[in-house]
């Protein structure tokens, strides 16, 4: 869920020609804005996509069982009759840390240490873990993705001080709590053994080949394998081993520059100035003294719920990238296969293959500690989407193609470390933001959402592609792939699913081909057990004013049968928030979802001065502040949500 805070977003400044450029010149034509018989083709409805999976015979039964429901405008959280939406673990509730529950104070004078043990700021990812396989009980991992710091202290950012970094620190990375249903509704369950927050203060191993590299290496960590903290927790992953996958996105914008930004760090878009200035209190942000900070965050984290003694782990044999999140998959022979996406303009998707299978539990370890260095050791891979429909998997291999000393890459760490300028070099598609990541469980086919692109095709930047056709992209579209053989395969098939956008738009590259229900910026996407996929949206509070977006309402969760292509609106947000995240229970009864950032302002942020002018939910108490939380959605009669 990368944030609009201006240029950051946009770091790829490498605009040589792409070797992807669509390469019929009616399709070129048609989209840099050309009309006629072609545009019709290319804004057809994706059924043949979704088509050439189905088996012949009868029309299917259908996924959908609810009534679609009219976008929405008001505060307030509106699900289909029949069912309910829950807010459950608020920003700021006490996770249960036994001993440790400080109550939520709604003039936000909460201590940094109390919200070390609360909740955190802006619910994204998560992910539910039965208890036992019960669908009643379980523990939900959470990413606490960034602060406000207009609603996280009493006065704003006035007097700025040690005290407010500290705190906003806090409020920043992972939480972990016990969830219990009971008499039909969900809570907290506190105290309990299996709390857990980890904030900026907690401690990482660092894997994989960046491990002790010298560019990870500080006058704090000399050795390069312990990090303090985890930043900008978007998207999440499961394993098969029972362990959660924070991607970390949004980091490089924590960093100060000042007046010496190097080659490396200016491809990773530092700035002179930070977003947050942390690096007045805290200097590990300066990288002016401390050059190689940067370098020890933008990995995906893995994390075991089930431990709260553990250490967490920045998996860098995965790549360093602005990480949405990661998905696992698994071969024939079981090996892990991890696909993962960069949230950021004319930035990459990447697949890691794990070099050993995934181990079961015995010998006195659990399943997660068998498998703690699965993920060290492997093949990294980029992906070449060209315009045949057809694509390639380019290993991020240090002494493979361009990638040698020579050329800027010492070994294999500093490949990781570089993930960007090595994918520059072998020549990879540019895309339009890629975000979360779904693996079909009947099919294979991996789809991932690119949110938008409104730079695509403009003066000094990449034009169109086949797998990116649309200039001025600010509607977005999903995209799915399957590998040839197995998900280790290093050639794949690509088309897109969808074309987002309302169908009422003037410009023609805004209007979409959406079957049902139209929406815009597709973000978070799962799968449920019966094949349904859902859809999260994130249009930004400035983008949802202009005329292309005006019809579509606050941020929502739609339903798509992707046997047939229909859309349905299910879900819509609070006034300005992001729907973000969906996972469910073992039998489907419960899904689990965020609305992030509710009340956010124009500009992105909450008004320092009014915090609450846009948005008090969920609390609707006179003068009660915005608070991101989790959603616990039900059918009334206890069925399987969505049928």
């Not at 394998?225 to 927790?233: A, E, Y």
């Not at 007046?259 to 990773?268: E, K, N």
């Not at 240090?398 to 500093?414: C, I, K, M, S, W």
């Not at 309402?553 to 006034?575: H, K, S, W, Y």
Request: charged share 20%; glycine share 12%.
């Amino acid at each position: 869920m990368s944030k609009d805070f201006g240029p950051m977003e946009d770091s790829n400044r490498s605009c040589n020609a792409s070797i992807h450029d669509v390469s019929t010149p009616q399709r070129r034509t048609v989209l840099r804005g050309g009309a006629g018989a072609a545009l019709a083709a290319l804004f057809a409805p994706f059924h043949a996509a979704a088509a050439e999976d189905a088996k012949p015979g009868a029309p299917p039964a259908p996924l959908l069982g609810f009534s679609g429901i009219p976008p929405g405008t008001d505060d307030r959280l509106v699900v289909p009759a029949g069912y309910t939406a829950m807010p459950l673990a608020p920003w700021g509730e006490p996770v249960g840390i036994a001993g440790r529950l400080p109550v939520w104070k709604d003039d936000a004078s909460n201590t940094a240490a109390d919200q070390a043990v609360q909740m955190g700021m802006h619910h994204d990812g998560l992910h539910f873990y039965p208890i036992d396989g019960s669908s009643t009980h379980g523990l939900l991992a959470v990413n606490h993705e960034y602060v406000d710091d207009g609603l996280l202290h009493t006065d704003g950012t006035a007097d700025w001080s040690a005290a407010k970094v500290m705190k906003a620190q806090a409020a920043h990375g992972l939480a972990v709590i016990e969830i219990e249903l009971k008499d039909g509704a969900w809570e907290m369950v506190r105290p309990s053994r299996f709390a857990r927050r980890v904030t900026m203060d907690s401690p990482f191993d660092v894997g994989g080949p960046a491990a002790g590299h010298p560019m990870l290496r500080t006058a704090a960590d000399p050795g390069g394998r312990r990090v303090l903290g985890t930043l900008g927790n978007c998207a999440s992953g499961i394993t098969p081993w029972g362990t959660y996958l924070s991607g970390e996105e949004n980091w490089m914008g924590y960093f100060a520059g000042g007046g010496r930004i190097d080659a490396h760090h200016q491809r990773w878009g530092l700035r002179k100035t930070s977003w947050y200035r942390w690096e007045a209190h805290d200097e590990r942000f300066d990288t002016t003294r401390h050059p190689n900070e940067p370098n020890r965050f933008g990995w995906i984290v893995e994390l075991d719920p089930h431990d709260p003694a553990s250490t967490p782990i920045k998996r860098t044999a995965l790549g360093r990238a602005a990480h949405e999140g990661a998905w696992v998959a698994v071969t024939k022979d079981g090996r892990a296969v991890v696909y993962s996406g960069e949230d950021a303009q004319f930035e990459y998707i990447y697949k890691f293959v794990s070099r050993d299978r995934i181990a079961p539990a015995g010998k006195g370890l659990t399943q997660a500690q068998a498998n703690r260095e699965l993920l060290d050791h492997g093949t990294l891979y980029v992906a070449r989407f060209d315009a045949s429909g057809s694509g390639r998997w380019l290993p991020l291999v240090h002494g493979r193609g361009p990638l040698t000393a020579a050329n800027g890459f010492a070994d294999q760490g500093e490949v990781v470390v570089k993930a960007r300028q090595a994918s520059d070099a072998l020549g990879a598609t540019k895309m339009d933001r890629p975000e979360w990541l779904a693996i079909d469980p009947k099919s294979g086919w991996v789809h991932c959402t690119l949110t938008n692109n409104s730079a695509r095709g403009t003066l000094g930047h990449p034009g169109v592609d086949a797998a990116n056709p649309r200039a001025n992209n600010t509607m977005g579209q999903v995209i799915r792939w399957r590998d040839e053989g197995d998900f280790d395969g290093t050639v794949f098939r690509w088309n897109h699913l969808l074309l987002a956008g309302d169908p009422h738009n003037a410009r023609a590259e805004a209007q979409g081909n959406i079957d049902g229900d139209a929406f815009a910026c597709p973000d978070g996407i799962a799968f449920d057990a019966r094949g349904v996929l859902w859809i999260d949206t994130d249009i930004g509070q400035s983008s949802l004013n202009s005329g292309e977006m005006a019809r579509l309402g606050n941020n929502q969760m739609l339903a798509c049968d992707i046997r047939t292509g229909e859309v349905r609106r299910f879900l819509t947000g609070p006034v300005n928030c992001e729907i973000t995240g969906c996972t469910f229970t073992p039998d489907g009864t419960t899904m689990f979802l965020n609305v992030q950032h509710p009340g956010e302002s124009p500009r992105g942020h909450n008004d320092p001065a009014n915090p609450r002018r846009y948005s008090n939910w969920p609390d609707f108490r006179a003068g009660g502040r915005p608070r991101s939380a989790t959603v616990a959605v039900r059918r009334k009669d206890g069925g399987v949500v969505g049928t």
